[in-house]
């Protein structure tokens, strides 16, 4: 098993940054990559960026250049630096985290989700 804390959701006016970040917790060493996903009201949950265990980055085509995702050193807590933020980036931010392997061949862990509200 593995918990997923989130930190740093707020209310920022558009132009602004934040940083947010995912502490994992439990069986980490089993990690295969973590992500960032997020979900506005009456849509469905995306992608917004992703780092695997071997440092590969992945960004949704709206925030690159933008927005930046880094793990620490031990892997277990990943960020994402929001800069420039726009309206359209409010929604629940979620952080995954990804298991390949084993039984069932693959396993998402997700987080409580943590707002971030963008105002114009």
């Known amino acids: 098993q593995v918990q997923l804390v989130e930190y740093g959701g707020a209310l920022v006016q558009a132009g602004g940054s934040l940083r947010l970040s995912c502490a994992a917790s439990g069986s980490v060493s089993s990690i295969n990559a973590m992500g960032w996903f997020r979900q506005a009201p009456g849509k469905t949950r995306e992608l917004v960026a992703g780092i695997t265990y071997g440092g590969i980055t992945t960004y949704a085509d709206s925030v690159k250049g933008r927005f930046t995702i880094s793990r620490d050193n031990a892997g277990n807590t990943v960020y994402l630096q929001m800069n420039s933020l726009k309206p359209e980036d409010t929604a629940a931010y979620y952080c995954?985290?990804?298991?390949?392997?084993?039984?069932?061949?693959?396993?998402?862990?997700w987080g409580q989700g943590t707002q971030v509200t963008v105002s114009s």
């Open positions: 995954n985290a990804r298991k390949v392997g084993g039984s069932p061949p693959i396993q998402d862990y």
